[in-house]
């Protein structure tokens, strides 16, 4: 290779990457994203940061609940004081009605569907479930939904309204200008669904066949008021079921009447303590909040003995929370209570289990523990924990979120007929990481207080990345279900999919598209694109900015480009506006030596080339046979002594010359003996991504070179990459960690590797629709007789 060509190899590139044919549509995988994110503006800046003028409304209520246990329904009253500190006159408010979910004519029962004919039609285990059908039957005749009494203001005087399906429209007497407060009255009532049955994200759960007692989890129980704020005005969407909630930070003042022998978890702190605890309770409690492991408040002998007396009064719990966006509890009779102080920060925090005794062993081990170290892990890549509780309770509800409480289903399983209680590595694991994902729900959404209406993935994807981090950190090898990359390749490669910046009721896939990728978005950018320590600093930084207040997709991404000081903008473009995959292939490899341009050298790389090329089949068949020139050797001369390597001493002096008009940085390099390789890569999948290769050489020694995404900013498609060795290179792998998602390895390596599988084998059945035989089966009994339809 000469010095033209050296000089031309050191722009390939950028002249190789433009592989793609000039009728090619060029698609700028790079451009900026200011196209689709909102102009900044006074209430929301260009950083990312909340603005200088950035505002929020307030809703304080003071609240009063009591449990009819026979009845299995919450009679309310309250009062509602909303905070106008927005610049706007308002002439109404919107209160979200989210208990009107459950009513038999509402949407969410309504727009319902079965997943496709074919399922429908089918029969056994690919039809329709038992539970869908109950479901379809009870929704019918259940009575659900809020059963408004009254609307008042705070003269007494009734207060014109509209109920709208799951918003009420509350008309103001006088327009409430900035600045002002209004304050309204509202009493209710509403039936308790039951969980596993109709209810979603709060309900009751029977416990007939052992005990005859419920246990209750209750949340959107009281008219909450929608949100205000400068990106969307009111947040009406109605509620469907997927889309969750949207709320305004205040205070609360809650009574929660229940029977006497209930113990009640709740957000807020306990202010009457004397009144609903025993002494020895009461002091376990006090012990529980320096202990370095769980303290049994209410032990299992106790909630046993409750279990059996089932008490006929009625006590009443009160609580309060501070700066809190909405409020939810749960009881019970059949609770056992632990509890653990920790510290974070400043505060003390109680991390507080509830649960039955269907739950021991499993719960009493773990649930508390997984609290806090919760919190010990959000709180180093978001910020301190500012409440004073933090509860993990056992019911009906598989996984839902409030201020302070969760709601989180795995149990053991008991043995019928040995009676043995045993729980499975999933049911153990899939404990603690949704205790883990539930608790951490604290900080994303209900601290840093995103619209989940409109943007599912905003608090759970966000959260599930942190759940990843908190999984990492309990055990080595821990069974993480979402955040490695390689976890997302199926979803990644599917064909039904929405990208994650898509409105929360129009999501498809709703696991892998607003848990799972943007989890596994937000690993790629922390362990491949920004790296650690970039990226910690700028996650911490969006958390800081907006705890407490209502950040959008916008002030996530432009806070991480702001904090890391790096253009990701291809990169939310791909990731989060797009169905795009990464599928790097590597196409082919060619490699190059520098010439040294000595003709004894050249020559002699060309003879050894000449050498390695095969022998033709013609001269093997005629290897031996007779020649005319070793017969008549006089006919041999010069050219038969020598071949066409052979060195002249014209190409001696040729050579002579031309290195007397090479400068000694020439010469170097001309003798440098570097081994250059083009190799060219393709986007198979559209999505560009870093590129991370992994190049093995001659003697044996591997090394990585990381190449930025923006290698492809001239040519998404297709690029070709100069690679410079020290010694000849014989095999290179892109991403060999897999940790790009990329959802095709087959092609990432040179040369290919064989991909090991089985190939399972079956014998040929026979004899099968035997209906003769079949009818001559004997019959089994069953083990109890079916119960008649009801």
Do not use: C
Request: glycine share 6%; net charge neutral; aromatic share 12%.
């Amino acid at each position: 290779m000469t010095m033209k060509h050296l000089a031309r190899l050191a722009a390939l590139t950028l002249a190789l990457s433009t592989g793609a044919s000039a009728a090619d549509k060029f698609d700028d995988k790079f451009r900026q994203l200011d196209e689709l994110l909102p102009t900044p503006s006074a209430t929301r800046s260009a950083s990312g940061a909340p603005g200088h003028a950035y505002w929020q409304q307030r809703a304080d209520y003071k609240l009063r609940a009591t449990l009819d246990e026979g009845k299995r329904a919450i009679t309310g009253a309250g009062t509602i004081t909303y905070h106008n500190n927005s610049p706007d006159t308002l002439s109404y408010l919107w209160v979200q009605l989210d208990q009107n979910m459950f009513r038999g004519d509402s949407d969410n029962r309504s727009i319902s569907t079965i997943p496709s004919r074919d399922a429908w039609q089918k029969g056994g285990a690919e039809g329709v479930k038992f539970d869908a059908i109950r479901f379809a039957f009870e929704s019918r005749n259940f009575e659900g939904g809020f059963q408004l009494k009254s609307v008042k203001g705070s003269d007494g005087r009734p207060l014109q309204h509209v109920v709208n399906k799951t918003m009420m429209r509350v008309d103001l007497p006088q327009p409430l200008k900035p600045g002002q407060r209004f304050s309204f009255a509202l009493e209710w009532r509403f039936n308790i669904p039951e969980a596993s049955v109709l209810g979603r994200r709060m309900g009751f759960e029977r416990f007939d066949k052992e005990d005859k007692n419920d246990l209750f989890e209750i949340a959107q129980w009281f008219p909450r008021m929608a949100a205000y704020y400068d990106i969307a005005g009111w947040q009406n969407k109605q509620y469907l079921g997927d889309g969750e909630f949207t709320l305004e930070f205040g205070d609360y003042d809650v009574e929660i009447t229940v029977p006497s022998d209930h113990i009640v978890a709740s957000t807020g702190e306990l202010q009457n303590p004397g009144e609903v605890l025993t002494s020895a309770q009461r002091e376990r409690l006090a012990k529980a909040r320096t202990a370095t492991k769980p303290v049994i408040i209410v032990t299992q002998l106790e909630a046993e003995a409750a279990e059996k007396r089932r008490a006929t009064g009625m006590k009443t719990w009160r609580f309060r929370a501070k700066n809190v966006r909405d409020f939810a509890f749960a009881s019970s009779r059949k609770f056992i209570w632990d509890a653990q102080g920790m510290k974070s920060g400043d505060t003390t925090v109680m991390a507080m289990s509830y649960y039955p005794k269907e739950g021991n062993p499993l719960w009493e081990k773990y649930s508390t523990q997984a609290i806090v170290h919760t919190i010990e892990q959000y709180s180093k890549y978001s910020f301190d924990y500012p409440y004073p509780t933090a509860i993990s309770v056992n019911g009906p509800i598989g996984g839902m979120e409030y201020p302070m409480i969760s709601f989180n289903g795995p149990r053991p399983t008991k043995d019928k007929k040995t009676g043995a209680v045993t729980y499975s590595k999933s049911t153990k694991y899939g404990l603690i990481s949704v205790i883990i994902h539930e608790v951490g729900h604290n900080y994303y959404p209900m601290i840093v207080n995103s619209d989940e209406r409109q943007w599912t993935w905003m608090d759970e994807g966000l959260n599930s990345f942190l759940q990843f981090l908190a999984e990492e950190a309990w055990e080595e090898n821990y069974p993480a279900r979402r955040g490695e990359p390689r976890d997302i390749t199926d979803y990644m490669r599917s064909k039904n999919q929405t990208p994650i910046m898509t409105n929360s009721e129009s999501v498809l896939q709703r696991g892998p598209n607003a848990y799972g990728k943007p989890a596994t978005a937000l690993n790629v950018l922390r362990e491949t694109v920004l790296g650690r320590e970039l990226f910690d600093f700028a996650f911490k930084e969006y958390g800081r900015r907006w705890k407490f207040k209502r950040p959008t997709p916008a002030d996530l991404f432009r806070t991480m480009e702001d904090a890391s000081g790096t253009d990701l903008d291809w990169f939310w473009r791909g990731w989060f506006y797009t169905t795009d995959a990464v599928d790097v292939s590597v196409d082919g490899i060619s490699e190059y030596t520098i010439s040294s341009q000595n003709p004894e050298t050249e020559k002699a790389w060309r003879r050894k080339l000449r050498a390695a090329e095969p022998t033709s089949l013609t001269d093997q068949r005629n290897k031996g046979m007779p020649r005319r020139v070793d017969a008549h050797p006089e006919l041999k001369d010069f050219y038969n002594e020598h071949d066409d390597f052979t060195v002249t001493n014209a190409d001696r002096n040729k050579f002579n010359e031309s290195q007397d008009k090479l400068e000694d940085w020439e010469k170097a390099l001309l003798g440098s003996g570097k081994h250059l390789y083009l190799v060219d890569f393709s986007n198979v999948g559209g999505l560009v991504t870093p590129l991370v290769l992994e190049i093995t050489l001659a003697s044996g020694k591997k090394y990585i070179e990381r190449i930025p995404a923006e290698v492809w900013r001239y040519s998404p498609l297709k690029i070709t990459k100069l690679i410079v060795t020290d010694e000849p290179m014989t095999g290179l792998s892109q991403d060999p960690f897999w940790e790009t998602a990329d959802i095709n390895v087959d092609n990432n390596a040179w040369p290919r590797k064989l991909i090991p599988s089985r190939l399972e084998l079956f014998k040929t059945e026979r004899g099968g629709n035997d209906m003769m035989k079949d009818f001559n089966a004997p019959l089994k009994k069953p083990d109890a007789a079916p119960k008649a339809a009801q």
